[in-house]
T-cell receptor, first 111, second 112 residues
Framework: LAKTTQPISMDSYEGQEVNITCSHN???????ITWYQQFPSQGPRFIIQ???TKVTNEVASLFIPADRKSSTLSLPRVSLSDTAVYYC????????????FGAGTTVTVRA | DAGVIQSPRHEVTEMGQEVTLRCKPI?????LFWYRQTMMRGLELLIY????????DSGMPEDRFSAKMPNASFSTLKIQPSEPRDSAVYFC??????????FGSGTRLTVV
C-alpha cells in the first residue's frame, strides 16, 4: 500500500478555507485517493474520492496534480463543526479493497 | 438505510473473559472491515472480508482474536481470552467493491 504523509495538525478560523496537502509518492497506477473525516467518539466518515484532476462535492474539493504524487483537500469556509481529524488514504485499486489509515491531520477551527 | 450497525456500543469485561463484538453491514455491500483504534496506534485494520470470505487477516494481533462472517448481513469479532491491552474502540465498516467505506459507531471495549 502506498504510504501517505500529511501534517499532524492545522489551525484555522471560522469562515476561512482550509487546505490539507497529502503526499503519496508511491501511488500505484490504479489507486484512488480518498479522504475521511473523524469526529471524537465517532467512526470515520467518507468525504471525497478522486483519481486525477479535480473533484468537488457539497462538502469539499479534492485537487490532484497530473503526477498524482500528492493531493490537496480543500474545505471552503470552515465552521467550528469542521474541527476533526482528516485522513488521506491511497488504495482500493483492482480487487484489493484494503485501506490503511495514517495518523491523520487534526484540524482545529476557532471562533 | 440505518447504516452499519455495531453492538454493543460499550463493553466492560474482566481480563480472561470472552468478548464478542457484532456488526451488521449495509445491505448490498460486499466488503466488510474490522478496525481497532487506540491513541497510541491509531486506526489499525484487523481483517477484511469480501463476499463473506476473509481476504486478509494479517492485522489480527494474535490467536486470541478471531472473526467470522457467516452471511452477508452479519459479522463477529471475538477475543478469547481478553486482556487489558485489548482495550480500544473497535469499528466495523462496509463498502461496495471498495468505493467509500461506511463506518459504524464503534464498540468501546474496556478490559479490566
Amino acid at each position: 500500500l502506498a504510504k501517505t504523509t500529511q501534517p499532524i495538525s492545522m489551525d484555522s478560523y471560522e469562515g476561512q478555507e482550509v487546505n490539507i496537502t497529502c503526499s503519496h509518492n508511491n501511488i500505484a497506477t490504479n489507486d484512488y485517493i480518498t479522504w475521511y473525516q473523524q469526529f471524537p467518539s465517532q467512526g470515520p466518515r467518507f468525504i471525497i474520492q478522486g483519481y486525477k484532476t479535480k473533484v468537488t462535492n457539497e462538502v469539499a474539493s479534492l485537487f490532484i496534480p497530473a503526477d498524482r504524487k500528492s493531493s490537496t483537500l480543500s474545505l471552503p469556509r470552515v465552521s467550528l463543526s469542521d474541527t476533526a481529524v482528516y485522513y488521506c488514504l491511497v488504495g482500493g485499486s483492482s480487487n484489493d479493497y484494503k485501506l490503511s489509515f495514517g495518523a491523520g491531520t487534526t484540524v482545529t477551527v476557532r471562533a | 438505510d440505518a447504516g452499519v450497525i455495531q453492538s454493543p456500543r460499550h463493553e466492560v469485561t474482566e481480563m480472561g473473559q470472552e468478548v464478542t463484538l457484532r456488526c451488521k453491514p449495509i445491505s448490498g455491500h460486499n466488503s466488510l472491515f474490522w478496525y481497532r483504534q487506540t491513541m497510541m496506534r491509531g486506526l489499525e485494520l484487523l481483517i477484511y472480508f469480501n463476499n463473506n470470505v476473509p481476504i486478509d487477516d494479517s492485522g489480527m494481533p494474535e490467536d486470541r482474536f478471531s472473526a467470522k462472517m457467516p452471511n452477508a448481513s452479519f459479522s463477529t469479532l471475538k477475543i478469547q481470552p481478553s486482556e487489558p491491552r485489548d482495550s480500544a474502540v473497535y469499528f466495523c465498516a462496509s463498502s461496495l467493491s471498495g468505493v467509500g467505506y461506511t463506518f459504524g459507531s464503534g464498540t468501546r471495549l474496556t478490559v479490566v
